[in-house]
């Protein structure tokens, strides 16, 4: 018994080490919006539809890592955008959780793009500076992160995203669906890319 003493509280200080640190829950609200509107998609959604959204703001999903993400104006810092966790499979993220952020650029299209790629004490963490490209259907956010070594490190959040960059790296896209842009869909507010229909302003049929 003396002996598996200190294996169960190994276990214990890892369990511990990846469960959200207090207060961490309170990134939405922190950042002045209603932590209400973070408790599900629905609530999420009926938030977003009474509010002004411009082309990259909205829910926006990864699919292959499965997670949902929202993008929103930072209400404290003209030309950002705040980037958070809507839903996600991953038990170390949750609704509200922020892993990072936008920064509006000369062209309208085109972002600074903040990302946390590690979870550490509970909190997102390292971040990672790259481009994000609004497409022009304006459905599709493609993500470009930096050249970085190969890690498969249990921390790791969006895995396949930044396992997936880093290997097209080493195979120097020998496979053409390497060459496939990584990116982000959008899953609301709905856009089709008509100049007469935008998320701020929809087109009546």
Same mark, same amino acid.
């Given at each position: 018994?003396? #002996?598996?003493?200190?294996?169960?509280?190994?276990?214990?200080?890892?369990?511990?080490? /990846?469960? $959200?640190?207090?207060?961490?829950e309170s990134d939405f609200a922190d950042a002045g919006f209603p932590a209400e509107a973070c408790t %599900? /998609?629905?609530?999420?959604?009926? !938030?977003?539809? +009474?509010? $002004?959204? &411009? $082309?990259?703001?909205?829910? !926006?999903?990864?699919?292959? &890592?499965e997670v949902a993400l929202l993008v929103i104006a930072d209400p404290l810092r003209k030309g950002h955008k705040?980037?958070?966790?809507? +839903?996600?499979? %991953?038990?170390?993220? !949750?609704?509200? /959780? #922020?892993?990072?952020?936008?920064e509006e650029s000369a062209d309208s299209r085109r972002f600074k793009i903040t990302l946390c790629s590690h979870i550490a004490d509970g909190l997102p963490a390292m971040p990672r500076t790259g481009l994000a490209t609004l497409a022009d259907s304006g459905n599709a956010l493609y993500i470009e992160m930096p050249k970085l070594k190969l890690n498969f490190s249990p921390g790791l959040i969006l895995p396949v995203l930044w396992n997936k960059l880093r290997i097209n790296v080493r195979m120097r896209n020998s496979d053409p669906l390497d060459k496939l842009p990584e990116g982000w869909i959008r899953k609301y507010p709905e856009y089709d890319g008509n100049l007469d229909s935008s998320p701020r302003r929809p087109r009546y049929l």
């Amino acid at each position: 018994m003396s #002996k598996l003493l200190p294996t169960l509280l190994t276990l214990l200080l890892a369990v511990i080490a /990846m469960l $959200p640190a207090a207060g961490a829950e309170s990134d939405f609200a922190d950042a002045g919006f209603p932590a209400e509107a973070c408790t %599900d /998609m629905g609530a999420l959604r009926e !938030w977003l539809a +009474e509010r $002004p959204l &411009d $082309p990259v703001e909205g829910v !926006w999903e990864y699919p292959a &890592d499965e997670v949902a993400l929202l993008v929103i104006a930072d209400p404290l810092r003209k030309g950002h955008k705040l980037v958070f966790v809507a +839903e996600a499979t %991953d038990c170390r993220l !949750w609704p509200g /959780m #922020k892993i990072g952020e936008l920064e509006e650029s000369a062209d309208s299209r085109r972002f600074k793009i903040t990302l946390c790629s590690h979870i550490a004490d509970g909190l997102p963490a390292m971040p990672r500076t790259g481009l994000a490209t609004l497409a022009d259907s304006g459905n599709a956010l493609y993500i470009e992160m930096p050249k970085l070594k190969l890690n498969f490190s249990p921390g790791l959040i969006l895995p396949v995203l930044w396992n997936k960059l880093r290997i097209n790296v080493r195979m120097r896209n020998s496979d053409p669906l390497d060459k496939l842009p990584e990116g982000w869909i959008r899953k609301y507010p709905e856009y089709d890319g008509n100049l007469d229909s935008s998320p701020r302003r929809p087109r009546y049929l």
